[in-house]
């Protein structure tokens, strides 16, 4: 069983900037891929940004350039770094991972989400 648990939500105002944090613990004997995604009232979950290994991270287009994910290994935590938030990115963003477990099996798990609002 993995567990992933988000920090770094908050209020901001616009052009401001916010740091999430997302670590993974449990029974993982490695992580292939973290995700950030982000549900707006009223609208569908929507995928963020994404780090895999052995490839370069990628966004979706309308945070390209003012978001940052970045990952350590190490601690099986990912974080994103947002910079020059907009209201429109207000949302509750949420962790993912996929890996295998000590077991074998594989996993995917997604943590409880916090929230960010960009408001003045």
């Known amino acids: 069983q993995v567990q992933l648990v988000e920090s770094g939500g908050g209020l901001v105002q616009p052009g401001g900037s916010l740091r999430l944090s997302c670590v993974a613990s449990?029974?993982?004997?490695?992580?292939?891929?973290m995700y950030w995604y982000r549900q707006a009232p009223g609208k569908q979950r929507q995928l963020v940004a994404a780090?895999?290994?052995?490839?370069?991270?990628n966004y979706t287009p309308s945070v390209k350039g003012r978001f940052t994910i970045t990952r350590d290994n190490a601690n099986n935590a990912v974080y994103l770094q947002m910079n020059d938030l907009r209201p429109e990115d207000t949302a509750v963003y949420y962790c993912n991972a996929d890996g295998t477990l000590v077991s074998g099996r594989q996993f995917g798990s997604w943590g409880q989400g916090t929230r960010v609002t960009v408001s003045s």
């Open positions: 449990g029974s993982i004997l490695s992580i292939y891929a």
């Open positions: 780090i895999r290994n052995y490839d370069n991270p």
